[in-house]
């Protein structure tokens, strides 16, 4: 299978520019393990996709490279950062492809794109030879048009060949936390959401209304403050391990203007929102396990086998609209409305596969995301068989 690979993942064939300038040439000498592990099994790489700068944006609107445009509508965005494998698949020039996900950068691609995403369990797949910004929290995974091409992709790159039959949806309880995934929705979103859950239930599944107590205390003092501590010695780290000759201040002067400006923000020892080491410390040692654990209890206490939930508060915005967006008359931070649903998932390591709900009447795509208990990759694949049955496809862009 022709296979596109994000262009912050080794390959020794092509460049891995991370979309930066500075990387432009650069050329590592050996593919990344997952990559490797992939050609071993037949595939063919199509070759590298475009990404939002060293992946740290949601729209791919790439100010070095240029914006990735979304299939559905050229205006918009298509996610990021893993915005061009996105487009790949859903474009129909690849049946998968590689992505990476931080902090939603391959679900939020999948979901504006119309296609499907898998973010597997934190460590199923090695992220060595992959650009990185946390350890806590990069993980590669696929995006493709179906469940059943995740699900061979999960089976090659984590040698898991156990027979995956589709669970039944018949009893299967899904959770439901509303006072936080479902507030402030844009009212396509919403529509195509409680449309989508209709469909869920129609197929047998039950729909439980559950609670979850604490989880954006938890999630504003973990989910940023790690990225941007961590970036600041896992990228030198890569630098120096690949032999580039670059140092990590000489890739932030050539960066873009977008990108400069941020890490002067919240990167740099100098940046105004810097996380020292005593704070990032409490962050690793306190509250990221407190957040871990609440969803092991959580899963225990409420015995769905997945919450569901939409991807994102709207549809792809436009190319440009990237400091706020308008949901019902009022102005929204940008961030918000792209991060706030997916943080959890990628904060707490726990698998999320994300599929197609509907279009809006505009010809968008909207998404929703199944979030299972850690390490329960397979089951929540098998699951997805079913659900994206009982979901059903969307008609394929118009290019």
Known sequence: LPIPVKDSVNTKDYPTTAGTPALRHF????DAPLVKALRTDGAIMLGKTNLHELSFGWTSNNLAFGAVHNPYDP?????????????AVAAHMAPLGVAE???????????????SGFRPTIGRYSTHGVVPISPLFDQLG??????????????????DWHPLQATPLKSVRLGIVRDYWFVDLDPEVERLTGLALQR?????????????????PLIDRTSLQVITHDVLTAFPQYLKEYGNGLTFDEVVKQSSADIQDLFQNYVLPSAPNFVSESAYAAVRDTHLPALRRAFKDYFARTGVAAMVYPVTMVPPPLIGEEVTVIIRDQKVSFWTAMGRNISPCSTAGVPGLVLPA???TAGLPVAI????????????????LSLEHALGALPPPNI
Do not use: N
């Open 27 to 30: 050329r590592p000498a050996e």
């Open 75 to 87: 205006k918009r965005i298509p996610g990021g950062s893993s915005g061009g494998t996105a487009v």
């Open 101 to 115: 996900d931080t902090r939603g950068s391959i679900r939020v691609p999948a979901a504006m794109c119309g296609i």
């Open 142 to 159: 696929p995006q493709a048009r179906t469940v059943s091409d995740l699900a061979l992709f999960d089976s090659v790159v984590a040698t």
């Open 200 to 216: 869920l239930q129609d197929g047998g599944a039950e729909l439980v209304e559950t609670e979850f107590p604490g989880l954006q």
């Open 358 to 360: 509907g279009l809006t």
């Open 369 to 384: 995301e199944f979030d299972a208990p850690a390490h329960a990759d397979r089951a929540l694949l098998a699951l997805g």
